[in-house]
């Protein structure tokens, strides 16, 4: 399994990005998705997640109304549309798959991408 993340780059506060996450897998509505980012020295946390079936979306309170999770099984493709961006969301943001299960934290992760960078200047 292989995940290909892209999207990421430079952007002014308030602004938006889309992230894109192509899956290399057999059966991608198997699979559980879910965008985490993490910054030097700190831990990877939790962004979004959505399940293998596409019918429930989880997210972190500090993205909640400005982050939204989406996913096209027919292009083997999960999405993170970030809008009116801020500072502190700058981080490299990695996507991750589970093998039918729903991710709500690392240890639900089976498969990570390469991580695509965020930055966010104010």
């Known amino acids: 399994v292989q995940l290909q993340a892209s999207g990421g780059g430079l952007v002014q506060a308030g602004g938006s990005l889309r992230l894109s996450c192509l899956a290399s897998?057999?059966?991608?509505?198997?699979?559980?998705m879910g965008w985490f980012r993490q910054n030097p020295g700190k831990e990877r946390e939790f962004v979004a997640a959505i399940s293998w079936s596409g019918g429930r979306t989880d997210y972190a309170d500090s993205v909640k109304g400005r982050f939204t999770i989406s996913r096209d099984d027919a292009k083997d493709t999960a999405y993170l549309q970030m809008n009116s961006l801020k500072p502190e969301d700058t981080a490299v943001y990695y996507c991750?798959?589970?093998?039918?299960?729903?991710?709500?934290?690392?240890?639900?992760?089976?498969?990570w991408g390469q991580g695509t960078q965020v930055t966010v200047s104010s």
């Open positions: 991750a798959a589970a093998v039918q299960n729903t991710i709500t934290s690392v240890s639900d992760v089976d498969y």
């Open positions: 897998v057999r059966t991608f509505s198997s699979y559980g």
